[in-house]
């Protein structure tokens, strides 16, 4: 069957009506992203025996990585993990308040979070784009002491939960970013030793951290 030609007054409008449709797959297809990220995680959650144990400082630095797939032009969902460690030393303290005595040993903490987290962004169509996600995952917990040459660990990994709010700039290939965020991750410390003098049980906190982003 002869398929019937398209007026030259029809034309403009045809060629208009094929770039939109060419275009739209591209506008509403998913954005696949590969982020780097570094920072500060602080144990905000468990700061006084942090600060016992780490020389009055509550947190350290964090790295991480993470692959983000967009849902359309509002919505993504993303996985990543961060890694922290720090040096410390094991403490004695009688009661909360009170002096915080040295014993002279050396202690390594390492915390490895692994999350998940869908998030909502602002602002469609333009270079800055706020966002805000909910997610959670898991967090591994590994804590490593030197005593008189003799070495002690405690390890554990238990579920935890975050929210974040950040803002992204570009639409290009490559975007630059900060995040900042607030964990749980409840009952891993707190059974001896500083954590329990305290009271405190989570090594979850604030996270700030600035972000670049590759985007296919």
Not at 17 to 44: F, K
Not at 85 to 95: D, K, S
């Amino acid at each position: 069957m002869k398929m019937p030609a398209i007026s030259s007054a029809c034309r403009p409008v045809a060629l208009i009506s094929l770039a939109a449709v060419l275009c739209a797959p591209a506008a509403r297809a998913g954005e696949a992203s590969l982020t780097l990220d570094g920072g500060w995680h602080d144990l905000t959650n468990a700061a006084n025996s942090a600060k016992a144990v780490f020389d009055g400082v509550s947190g350290g630095p964090t790295g991480g990585v993470a692959l983000q797939y967009g849902l359309g032009e509002s919505f993504f969902v993303r996985a990543g993990a961060r890694y922290f460690q720090r040096n410390g030393e094991r403490v004695f303290v009688a009661a909360p308040g009170s002096p915080v005595f040295d014993l002279g040993h050396s202690l390594k903490v390492r915390i490895i979070p692994a999350y998940g987290l869908i998030g909502f962004r602002f602002l469609q169509g333009g270079s800055f784009r706020p966002y805000i996600g909910i997610g959670g995952g898991v967090t591994s917990y590994n804590e490593e002491s030197d005593v008189a040459g003799e070495i002690f660990t405690s390890t554990a990994t238990k579920p935890s939960g975050q929210g974040v709010i950040g803002l992204d700039y570009g639409r290009g290939t490559v975007r630059f970013g900060g995040e900042v965020g607030y964990s749980l991750v409840p009952d891993v410390i707190g059974f001896g030793g500083v954590s329990n003098v305290y009271g405190e049980d989570d090594i979850g906190g604030l996270t700030a951290v600035v972000r670049l982003s590759f985007v296919r």
